[in-house]
């Protein structure tokens, strides 16, 4: 199995112990040191022999869609078995896109608006029923680039901000849920491996662990909903984050991650997710 990334974390340190354990050949391979030849890849003067399975890890696709693009393209091309392909992972990467994708797929998401004009921004209020609502930027992970906001003159001066960096962005209605909780579910393969519910820290909306929330085990009543996701994203291994309305009690999908962490998964659950990753893919 050949990951491609730019940065060690606990994901990649967990796949290496439990390749160890059963012998499994493992490599990392950062694609800043790949050159790419018409019938070869070389990597750091070594060829690399691609008839193994690939997955291309963490944020490279925002930040280096292009080359990661034509990498994955070569790499299929030779014969390797690519998990997540890369249009698959670019388009759940974008917050914007994936939400279209899974509202043509008819999954039920938080009403949103993509706004250009200024002017509009009271219509759009008013079409998202009213503050608070949430403001996303297209990229994000670890609860960055999300913004709770709760009146008129916090949205405009927020938009000003973000217009002026030319940083793209929708606002999102907010989904009142029940202590604000968020239920993760980890996918591979069509099936759910593992959910399990994020609880955010005293201060803060976001239910995400790196922002200093905690979570306990869930049960498996998002878990079809999970699947239906990953197979409209064409997924192989993801993580779907589901909210439950407090007042009608549906669920509605937050978000999906092509390449989310185990850390949180495996401490709660106990399962050993990083095994079944290298078991289930290969």
Known sequence: MLIFTDNE???????????EKINFPFKII??????????SMMYKGEEVLLKDVIYFRGS???????????????CKFRGAKIINSAESSFISSNK?????????????????CLIF?????????????GFPILLKTFYGSKGSGVIFI???????????????????????????SPQKHTVRT???????????????????????????????????KTEKIAVDVMKSCKLDFCAVDIIQDNHTGEYFVLEVNSSPGIEMAEKITGKNIAKQFITINW
């Open 150 to 176: 709760n009146d008129i003159y916090s949205l405009i001066s927020v938009y000003d901000y973000f217009t002026a960096l030319e940083q793209n962005f929708y606002l999102e209605e907010f989904i009142d």
């Open 30 to 39: 950062n694609p800043n040191f790949i050159s790419i030849y018409l019938d």
């Open 96 to 112: 914007w896109l994936c939400r279209l994708n899974l509202t043509k797929n008819n999954i039920k998401m938080p009403k949103a």
């Open 186 to 220: 980890i996918c591979m393969k069509d099936k759910a491996i593992c959910s399990f519910i994020m609880i955010p820290k005293e201060d803060d909306f976001r239910t995400n662990y790196a922002k200093g929330g905690h979570a306990t085990i869930a049960d498996d």
């Open 9 to 19: 974390n606990y994901f990649i340190r967990r796949i290496k112990e439990e390749a």
């Open 117 to 129: 004009n200024k002017k509009d921004i009271e219509e759009v209020v008013k079409f998202l029923g």
């Open 60 to 74: 490279i696709f925002k930040e280096k869609r292009e080359k990661i693009l034509s990498i994955s393209e070569f």
